[in-house]
T-cell receptor, first 115, second 115 residues
Framework: DADVTQTPRNRITKTGKRIMLECSQT?????MYWYRQDPGLGLRLIYY???????NKGEISDGYSVSRQAQAKFSLSLESAIPNQTALYFC??????????????FGPGTRLTVL | DQQVKQNSPSLSVQEGRISILNCDYT??????FLWYKKYPAEGPTFLIS?????DKNEDGRFTVFLNKSAKHLSLHIVPSQPGDSAVYFC??????????????FGQGTILTVHP
């Protein structure tokens, strides 16, 4: 079941490089999210989008940008990668048309290492 | 400001016994709570949820209890199985305010079930 896919799954890059992580979904959900996971800190929200024309900053948006190219696609960019952006990155989706809108469905994650 | 806290980083349980994972929250606006399970190299998967209008929700071996006055919830797994070994995240959302449409996650608890 690959309703939410993320590419690449693993990436090693150098400090200062621009990196793009991509997320695609076939669930037909309107809302999409980007999180990062660090040991001992859980998942923290980077950016979220409630529809194609709506982009919002999360709690840790500095150093990141996003683009919602279509309802099914939401990409995350690191403009100039730094070592403390080394983390697991997850994309998630949710459906505002459901009675319970807050259940989110996650992709498999991208492991990013910045040297 | 950690609004959702899981104070136990890890829990070890014998197969067949009960696993109890705990979660505390500070934001009184939170009205919907979820538990996610995460295996290595995979994204978090939704496990069970509870609305603030209830104090208990059960799904097979999994039961979530909510104590609103104490701002505390717990996940009970009975009986525990080795396949339950994973990281468990507690998450919360609010119907309005700045937390609308977003999930706030705890730090996670690593559950190990020994055969």
């Amino acid at each position: 079941d690959a309703d939410v896919t993320q590419t690449p799954r693993n990436r090693i890059t150098k400090t200062g490089k621009r990196i793009m992580l991509e997320c695609s979904q076939t669930k037909g959900h309107d809302r999409m999210y980007w999180y990062r996971q660090d040991p001992g800190l859980g998942l923290r929200l980077i950016y979220y989008s409630f529809d194609v024309k709506d982009i919002n900053k999360g709690e840790i948006s500095d150093g990141y940008s996003v683009s919602r190219q279509a309802q099914a696609k939401f990409s995350l960019s690191l403009e100039s990668a730094i070592p403390n952006q080394t983390a697991l990155y997850f994309c998630a989706t949710s459906d505002s048309s459901r009675e319970v809108t807050d259940t989110q469905y996650f992709g498999p994650g991208t492991r990013l290492t910045v040297l | 400001d950690q609004q959702v806290k899981q104070n136990s980083p890890s829990l070890s349980v014998q197969e067949g016994r009960i696993s109890i994972l705990n979660c505390d929250y500070t934001n009184s606006m939170f009205d919907y709570f979820l538990w996610y399970k995460k295996y290595p190299a995979e994204g978090p998967t939704f496990l069970i949820s509870i609305s603030s209008i209830k104090d208990k929700n059960e799904d097979g071996r999994f039961t979530v209890f909510l104590n609103k006055s104490a701002k505390h919830l717990s996940l009970h797994i009975v009986p525990s199985q080795p396949g339950d070994s994973a990281v468990y995240f507690c998450a919360a959302s609010a119907a309005g305010g700045t937390s609308y449409g977003k999930l706030t996650f705890g730090q996670g608890t690593i559950l190990t079930v020994h055969p």
